[in-house]
T-cell receptor, first 116, second 115 residues
Framework: AQSVAQPEDQVNVAEGNPLTVKCTYS??????LFWYVQYPNRGLQFLLK??????LVKGSYGFEAEFNKSQTSFHLKKPSALVSDSALYFC??????????????FGTGTRLLVSP | EPEVTQTPSHQVTQMGQEVILRCVPI?????FYWYRQILGQKVEFLVS????????KSEIFDDQFSVERPDGSNFTLKIRSTKLEDSAMYFC?????????????FGPGTRLTVT
């Protein structure tokens, strides 16, 4: 069965500094990996995904994520954090084996707090 | 930009009552999903729906739950007899294809409070 771990409940970073939000995964087939962001009282917004190809994927709002197969990780990064990046970030995985495996399996979420 | 919409934003109901949560997926999307998030916990998959049939469901999605696409635009989740533990945020999502490489787009959610 698929699973996702986000080891940090909260990440604190100062505005202008680089940020990393960690995610590790477990899946039987090829992993399809996603990052979503949730702002207060809003739904989940898609940020980026890794399907295949280049291990560094770029997404919305200047975010990027690095896929590392040997470490089964998909950490979210941004070179320079903004206060407006403060939100709840979810990593999710799908099993790429079959179109029948459609559900997204989410991690517990990491709250990012960017201070001015 | 097209988006998934959900109504109502907040629903309060008494234990044992039936509730229907409504969603309008993105118009050219073919796959529809319901997830829930109990306060402070992770987002959990409930069910996926394609071609007027359930294609996958979780163990949470028991006989108390049902889904329907009553017309060409709406997608509904019905809880037949609500329990206190059904209190959660319910998210509808849709995707263009069922292929796992396609991202799912989520609505803003309906907060269900069962008293």
């Amino acid at each position: 069965a698929q699973s996702v771990a986000q080891p940090e409940d909260q990440v604190n970073v100062a505005e202008g500094n680089p940020l990393t939000v960690k995610c590790t995964y477990s899946v039987s087939g090829n992993p399809y990996l996603f990052w979503y962001v949730q702002y207060p009282n809003r739904g989940l917004q898609f940020l980026l995904k890794y399907i295949t190809g280049d291990n560094l994927v770029k997404g919305s709002y200047g975010f990027e994520a690095e896929f590392n197969k040997s470490q089964t990780s998909f950490h979210l990064k941004k070179p320079s954090a903004l206060v407006s990046d403060s939100a709840l970030y979810f990593c999710a995985v799908r099993d790429g084996r079959d179109t029948g495996f459609q559900k997204l399996v989410f991690g517990t979420g990491t709250r990012l707090l960017v201070s001015p | 930009e097209p988006e998934v919409t959900q109504t109502p934003s907040h629903q309060v109901t008494q234990m044992g009552q039936e509730v229907i949560l409504r969603c309008v997926p993105i118009s050219n999307h073919l796959y529809f999903y319901w997830y829930r998030q109990i306060l402070g916990q992770k987002v959990e998959f409930l069910v996926s729906f394609y071609n007027n049939e359930i294609s996958e469901k979780s163990e949470i999605f028991d006989d108390q739950f049902s889904v329907e696409r009553p017309d060409g635009s709406n997608f509904t989740l019905k809880i037949r007899s609500t329990k206190l533990e059904d209190s959660a945020m319910y998210f509808c999502a849709s995707s263009e294809e069922g292929n796992p490489s396609y991202e799912q787009y989520f609505g803003p959610g309906t907060r269900l409070t069962v008293t």
